[in-house]
């Protein structure tokens, strides 16, 4: 449709025309000064690769701690500090840039835009993301990374307990980070509202568009009350305030609330376009139009606003009444019954299809087949006395990898496999693919599968060793084999990413034979996108145009 | 890695592996959760069969074949069909919150007051970074009045004469968790706000576990043993807990040793001027099994290298070391041995 020539992703998108710059500074120049969305998407997506690489060897040096009992690979302090990083960098900096990355390039390609809303601030979200995790990093250069957990327990996080500067970095790096993402949140609300292509109505959104605009609704809802926490952490530390400093008549419960209230919806923020992902995946390698979209759609904002009020399901232990036990868990429930209509649809457009096991599919039906099981032991924990055994056990770890690689980083990897060629103009290698697939597919469920059963056994979570008189060692290093076994696949994609770019199988325009927007214009886009602008009539013009006598609007 | 850790040595002491498994319950409480664990368990499976079912008759059947090129049929969807995949699973929520409501209130009762002859013990729980303060308030509705530390002893019961011990959960610092799995849920301890929790068992032994909620370098090591015995047995311990500490004139030189260094601002012997309340409790020392909250077995070598230097055993822990001299190591040590 487009006839403007492609463009090489490094070289298109230059926004200043004035000096002449060559070779590596141009380059570093022009990604660096960037205002378009699709090269801030690239940045936000390699800036997660390069933490997730990171996050990886800090897992990796705990599974090696715990591999045999009472081993003294790592000092317990040192331990601490790496699951302490291990859960924020993958939450903060790369869960959810990797999301905010795709958005970014996708959003405006989807619903025939030439950029974000506003290009300036998605650059700005996205400096200032990645300062944040510097920042956090930073603080291995004052001594020590923070050793006081992702969700850093009250009064923990205090002076007279956290003595060292790490804190105060961990703090400010995951506040201004905050920024970042909320700056993101606002940019996708407006972009999707404001700048969709003539015919577009919000009923006609491309599914992934629906999901992150819920997903950006969600950041503005969840992450205020974080950055409020944090700087109340701040004020403790720095200014001798006592919001947590029960000593002085501050409260730890208050800490558990406010972060929770934040970190449930913060599960939903890493699945959400994940959802998005799968359900255009689903669709184009199916061959069908994907089924009852109204109620997938309804699913998603039912999902959003219940998953609002469950985030004291993280706090079945501190000794609420039973009342407010009960209230949590049924509204915790509550979000299953959303969740399974989206299963059942999923399922239900690719029956009856013509399924092709391209790797975008390959994923999306790893996705299927382990996020089920990530939901179904999330059932088992919101189940409250039950959960006064599980919860802070090896179990709950088990739990949400499983729903965070089985489902957030499979539906993530359908996704990349799926609009790498429109990125880079390049096909990945399939072959690289499977291999990829199949050792994290084994891997994975090697290293998260043995975590239920040695939770159930009685171990908790964030300890850096145990007695081999508790029978846990054989669990760990099951556990331990997996992870091992899990490494490759990450050093095959990566390897594929750099590979593929270079010497890959051209792409074309649309090399899926899809139906979304982002599909009509080269691969990769010009910096301009398209050059006019398209007019949509259903939710699948590409459909329209493909079956110009059985078009989607007589349906929809 | 290769060193020898002196907790290895607390397994070999103890033939076999101990169990700590939810599904090993040893208590009214740790059965209705495990009841409830295999009825979501067979829930969960259902569920699972059903959708990895269909999931791969679709990858089955309807993969692509080489012949076929025509596009599928495009089904939009079905009103009836969601509907009835809404309800299914709404009704499974149903039932799952009546049976959880169930456990609910049997797992989490309401801590009743003591009363004369209501063969309940209770005690406060105090956790501190790493390690447990136990004050035995009453038993049976007698007052007790001593602290203790680290190992939690209460008596058995029997069927028809429950003895329920009643804990109350306070944190000195930050927060912790008390887990034992085989005789309930566990129950956090958070500074400022006091907790509740209920333990009963008709099965005499030891119950292991630890502290479940990350409090800082030693959380892995701040482990939790149950002691339960007889009635007799129990009152017997009880007895001697309530004693003040042994006097010896034998380990003169190490009491005074004792009370000249600054181990008595940390530590309490309870009848001497020791009163520190910062660090556990000896006055009956040699009455527990283990020393550092269960990380090691309570021998007169582990104790001598425990107070030659703490953070190597428990890297980080919050007693210091000393530089005390040979002799005097020595003789404090002969005078802890005596606090039986
Ligand atoms: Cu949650
Ligand atoms: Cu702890």
Redesign the pocket.
């Known amino acids: 449709m487009s006839l403007a020539p492609p463009a090489h992703p490094f070289e298109n998108a230059t926004h200043d025309g004035s000096g002449r710059r060559f070779g590596l500074t141009a380059m570093l120049h022009t990604w660096t000064t960037s205002v378009d969305h699709k090269q801030i998407g690239i940045l936000y997506i390699l800036m997660s690769l390069v933490f997730l690489v990171i996050g990886g060897i800090e897992a990796l040096l705990m599974r090696w701690q715990l591999f045999f009992p009472r081993a003294e690979v790592l000092a317990p302090n040192t331990f601490n500090q790496l699951f302490t990083m291990h859960g924020t960098t993958m939450i903060f900096f790369v869960g959810m840039p990797i999301l905010i990355g795709l958005g970014n390039y996708l959003v405006p390609l989807m619903i025939g835009a030439r950029d974000m809303a506003f290009p300036r601030l998605n650059a700005f979200g996205f400096w200032i993301t990645l300062f944040g995790g510097l920042l956090v990093y930073f603080s291995f250069a004052t001594g020590g990374a923070p050793a006081i957990g992702w969700f850093a327990y009250a009064p923990l996080t205090e002076q007279t307990f956290a003595r060292g500067p790490a804190t105060d970095f961990w703090a400010l790096g995951l506040l201004i980070s905050g920024i970042g993402t909320i700056a993101a949140a606002v940019n996708f609300v407006a972009t999707i509202l404001a700048m969709r292509a003539p015919g577009m109505t919000m009923r006609k959104l491309p599914f992934f568009v629906w999901t992150m605009l819920w997903t950006a609704v969600q950041m503005l809802f969840a992450l205020p009350p974080l950055t409020a926490a944090l700087v109340m952490i701040l004020f403790d530390r720095q200014l001798g305030a006592h919001f947590f400093d029960v000593q002085n008549g501050g409260s730890a419960y208050l800490w558990q609330h406010l972060f929770?209230f934040f970190?449930?919806p913060e599960?939903y923020i890493l699945i959400l376009p994940v959802f998005g992902m799968i359900s255009e995946v689903i669709p184009v390698f199916s061959r069908k139009v994907l089924f009852g979209y109204e109620f997938m759609a309804a699913a998603t904002v039912a999902i959003v606003f219940i998953?609002m009020g469950?985030?004291a399901?993280?706090m079945f232990c501190v000794g609420m009444s039973r009342t407010l036990d009960l209230v949590f868990a049924a509204a915790?429930l509550l979000v299953s019954i959303p969740t399974g209509i989206k299963f059942f649809n999923w399922l239900a457009t690719m029956f009856g299809g013509r399924i092709r096991f391209a790797s975008p599919m390959l994923f999306a039906c790893g996705f299927l087949s382990m996020f089920v099981i990530g939901g179904l032991t999330?059932i088992m924990l919101a189940s409250v006395p039950l959960d006064f055994q599980l919860s802070d056990s090896y179990f709950v770890v088990g739990h949400f990898h499983w729903v965070l690689i089985g489902g957030t980083l499979f539906g993530t990897f359908a996704g990349i496999y799926y609009w790498y060629p429109k990125m880079t103009g390049r096909m990945l290698s399939e072959r690289l693919a499977r291999w990829q697939f199949w050792l994290l597919y084994i891997g994975f469920i090697l290293t998260f599968g043995p975590m239920h059963v040695s939770g159930m056994l009685g171990m908790p979570r964030r300890i850096y060793t145990y007695d081999p008189d508790r029978g846990w060692a054989l669990w760990n290093q099951l556990t331990t084999l997996g992870a091992l076994i899990q490494t490759p696949s990450y050093a095959i994609f990566v390897y594929n990413l750099v590979a593929s770019w270079r010497n890959g199988t051209p792409a074309g325009d649309d090399p899926w034979d899809a139906w979304t927007l982002e599909w009509t214009t080269t691969s990769p886009p010009p910096s301009y996108n398209f050059e006019e602008l398209p007019v949509v009539h259903s939710r699948r013009p590409l459909w329209d145009a493909k079956h110009p006598e059985d078009p989607d609007w007589q349906y929809e | 890695m290769e060193a020898i850790h002196p907790g290895t040595l607390l397994a070999a002491s103890e033939t076999a592996t101990q169990n700590l498994s939810i599904f090993a319950p040893a208590s009214p409480a740790a059965q209705s959760i495990q009841d409830l664990a295999i009825l979501t368990g067979a829930i969960f499976a259902l569920i699972l069969v059903l959708v990895e079912g269909i999931l791969l008759y679709n990858i089955w059947r309807f993969r692509a074949r080489a012949e076929v090129t025509a596009e599928p049929a495009q089904v939009y969807g079905s009103q009836p069909v969601e509907i009835a995949w809404t309800t299914a699973p709404t009704l499974i929520v149903f039932f799952l919150i009546l049976a959880i409501t169930r456990t609910l209130w049997q797992a989490k009762a309401a801590q009743p007051a003591p009363q004369l002859d209501d063969h309940a013990l209770f005690v406060k729980v105090i956790g501190h970074q790493w390690w447990w303060e136990y004050r035995y308030e009453t038993y049976d509705g007698r007052p007790l009045n001593f602290t203790t530390a680290n190992e939690l002893h209460m008596p058995v019961s029997e069927t028809g004469q429950p003895r329920r011990v009643h804990l109350t959960l306070e944190s000195a610092d930050v927060c912790h968790s008390f887990w034992v799995p085989r005789l309930n849920g566990k129950m956090d301890l958070l500074p400022g706000r006091t907790n509740y929790l209920m333990l009963e068992t008709e099965l005499p032994g030891l119950f292991l576990g630890q502290c479940a909620e990350y409090c800082g370098d030693q959380h892995a090591n701040m482990l939790l043993r149950v002691i339960v015995e007889p009635p007799a047995e129990f009152e017997r311990w009880l007895a001697n807990e309530s004693a003040p500490a042994a006097e010896n004139v034998a380990v003169q030189t190490g009491r005074e040793a004792f009370m000249a260094e600054s181990c008595v601002n940390c530590h309490r012997i309870r009848g001497t001027p020791a009163e520190g309340t910062f660090g556990p409790d000896l006055t009956h020392l040699m009455s527990r099994q283990t020393l550092a909250s269960g990380e090691i077995p309570n021998s007169p070598e582990n104790l001598t290298d425990w107070i030659h230097n703490p953070q190597t055993t428990k890297p980080g822990c919050l007693m210091p070391a000393f530089d005390l001299s040979e002799t005097r190591l020595e003789a404090i040590v002969n005078y802890l041995l005596t606090l039986r």
């Open positions: 929770w970190g449930h599960v998953s469950v985030w399901h993280h915790s999330g």
